[in-house]
């Protein structure tokens, strides 16, 4: 059958869900699929789950929040993959919403471990009340916060990260321009780019958690009123823009180990008067300071 055949009769999903299986097979786990911006795999169910803004279950005719979720049939521990959005009730004023750390769904329990966004920014998961929420608590649950999680949340000016977490994604709290304090949990391992982009209201300093090997490009561009930052020995590189347009940074001390600072990394730190690098750093890109 020639390749144009081919695709016309089977389409490129179900290509795309062939690979996806193969991956799986191979030791890929749903989880670490789903952690990434994708297309769900095959044997990915969807359902949406009401919910009050304190995370108590809700019917379809009275409820704040209704919780798009992504599960597994196949999977033994029947985990709840991915959060895709959050869509408010017309009739709802709330302005805060408490994530269950299980839903129940044809009467089987499942554990929210993820918060991914299904597609890109504009579908991210709290893009549809990005302008109302003001307070979010996680559970314990959470291991992985995804790709575009929090974006654009402008009024978001609170959030507790639990214990559980080891992955922050890329753009997961991009332009909240309100968030005044985030605690990154030394359970965290690795932090996306763009993760904290455009955060202008962080006012305390902020310690990456040793385990961390890369701070990525676009990290805490923007962030003009962070104070400080802790960078830890675990790391070994600093992207570009990384701390970009960081203003009110005064003093940073970049540890044994690191090999390679971008460019632009601290490009218009205005107020940095100290800077420490180490002999282990080999590569330093242009316009870095």
């Given amino acids: 059958m020639a390749v144009k055949e081919f695709l ?22 749903l989880g670490v699929l789903l952690s990434r911006n994708s297309t769900p795999p095959a044997d990915a169910l969807d359902a949406n789950v009401y919910i009050m803004a304190d995370g108590t279950v809700a019917s379809a ?16 521990s029947a985990t709840v993959c991915r959060l895709d959005s959050v869509t408010r009730n017309s009739t709802s004023s709330a302005t805060t919403i408490v994530i269950p750390e299980t839903v129940t769904i044809n009467g089987t329990a499942r554990t929210i471990t993820t918060m991914n966004s299904p ?23 959470i291991t992985n916060i995804g790709w575009y999680a929090f974006y654009q949340c402008p009024n978001l000016t609170t959030i507790t990260i639990p214990d559980s977490v080891t992955s922050i994604g890329h753009y997961a709290f991009r332009d909240c321009s309100g968030l005044t304090l985030i605690d990154i949990p030394s ?20 310690v990456i958690p040793d385990g961390v090997t890369s701070i990525e490009s676009y990290t805490f561009y923007g962030c003009d009123n962070l104070p400080s930052i802790t960078i830890p020995s675990s790391v ?13 940074l005064t003093t940073v001390n970049i ?31 242009g316009q870095a300071f």
């Avoid at 009769?9 to 030791?27: Q, S």
């Avoid at 005719?61 to 033994?76: C, E, K, R, T, V």
């Avoid at 893009?127 to 307070?135: D, G, L, N």
């Fill in 8 to 29: 016309s009769k089977y389409k490129l999903y179900t290509i795309l869900a062939v690979v996806v299986a193969v991956l799986v097979a191979g030791g890929v786990t």
């Fill in 61 to 76: 005719d009275n409820y704040d929040y209704a919780l798009d979720i992504y599960y597994s049939s196949s999977s033994a």
């Fill in 119 to 141: 597609g890109s920014s504009s579908s991210g998961v709290f893009y549809p009340v990005r302008s109302i929420i003001t307070e979010v608590t996680l559970p314990n649950t």
């Fill in 187 to 206: 359970s965290v391992t690795n932090i996306g780019r763009w993760a904290f982009y455009n955060c202008s209201s962080l006012t305390s300093s902020i």
């Fill in 236 to 248: 070994t590189s600093i992207g570009e823009y990384a701390f970009r347009d960081c203003t009110s």
């Fill in 255 to 285: 540890p044994d180990g690191v090999t390679s600072i971008g460019r632009s990394a601290f490009r218009d730190c205005t107020s940095l008067t100290t800077i420490n690098i180490p002999d282990s750093v080999t590569s330093i890109g």
